[in-house]
């Protein structure tokens, strides 16, 4: 069965920290780039950051310079350091693997954990 399970999520004040984490399972791990994805109230999901099979990573300009996502594999798991956080980065955030084969996509998601910044 797959499975891709957030956590740490929370509340905090703005300024301040948060790390998520993703675990995998059912899958082939290595094989899927890693996205983190957010969905704040009344707007449309985005693209937070991703991390390729072979470690490259990219972000949204919004969150550049102060999230950092990572991955490891032995453990099947994505993290997503968030620093600096902002009442703007209030939102659900879920963990997303995606693999391209043939032109063909395969996207799995988690059921998202809440961040909420507020002071």
């Known amino acids: 069965q797959v499975r891709l399970v957030e956590s740490g999520g929370g509340l905090v004040q703005p300024g301040g920290s948060l790390r998520l984490s993703c675990l995998a399972s059912?899958?082939?791990?290595?094989?899927?780039?890693m996205k983190w994805y957010r969905q704040a109230p009344g707007k449309e999901r985005e693209l937070v950051a991703s991390?390729?099979?072979?470690?490259?990573?990219h972000y949204a300009d919004s969150v550049k310079d102060r999230f950092t996502i990572s991955r490891d594999d032995a453990a099947n798991t994505v993290y997503l350091e968030m620093n600096s956080l902002k009442t703007e980065d209030t939102a659900v955030y879920y963990c997303?693997?995606?693999?391209?084969?043939?032109?063909?996509?395969?996207?799995?998601w988690g059921q998202g954990t809440q961040v909420t910044v507020s002071s």
């Open positions: 059912g899958f082939i791990f290595v094989n899927y780039a």
């Open positions: 997303n693997a995606f693999r391209s084969i043939l032109a063909r996509n395969y996207n799995m």
């Open positions: 991390i390729s099979t072979s470690g490259s990573a």
